[in-house]
């Protein structure tokens, strides 16, 4: 079912701050930049490397209000790991699939996510205390 660790989501107060950071210390380089309100939140994408039906990637995450997914995560835990995201072939089918084995979807239907993607999340209660991402990335053009 997982293809790939698709992206590590870490929570984070100053955006800025931490692209500068993490592209000092690893040699890392932000591919892409969004604002997603319907997440809220602020995010940049740094590439690792290349895989089977789209990248792994570092996502850094500044939430756009306190009363936010990430926004409430920081005022409780602080800065850090907030969500693992899975590379998945079909976001849809993945969420039938575990749906049915009685974890609990976060989501009714795949929302739009980072770089064209289409992700939904599953409760971190359900799966051993990690926040779970899908991400089914956007169609690569043929070459
Ligand atoms: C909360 N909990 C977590 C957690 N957030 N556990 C592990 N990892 C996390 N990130 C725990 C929390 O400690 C509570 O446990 C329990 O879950 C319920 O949390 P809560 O604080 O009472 O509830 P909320 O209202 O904060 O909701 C938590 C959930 C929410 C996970 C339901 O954050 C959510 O719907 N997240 C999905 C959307 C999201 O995170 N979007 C931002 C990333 P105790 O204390 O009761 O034991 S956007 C993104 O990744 C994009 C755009 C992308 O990749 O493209
Ligand atoms: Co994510």
Known sequence: MFMRIDHIGIACHD?????ALFE??????VVARETNEEQGVK???LHIADGEGGGSYIQLL???SADSPVGKF???RGE???????????????MQQIG??????????????????SIAFLH???VGGMLTELVQAARQPRT
Do not use: N
């Open 15 to 19: 955006l800025e701050e931490k692209i």
């Open 24 to 29: 000092q210390t690893f040699e890392l380089t």
């Open 43 to 45: 995010e940049a994408m």
């Open 62 to 64: 500044e939430p756009l």
């Open 74 to 76: 920081l005022a409780k």
């Open 80 to 94: 850090g790991v907030h969500h693992v995201a899975f590379g998945v072939p079909d976001v849809a089918e993945a």
């Open 100 to 117: 049915g084995k009685g974890v609990r979807l976060l989501d009714e239907r795949p929302r739009h996510g980072s770089m064209g993607s």
């Open 124 to 126: 971190p209660k359900d």
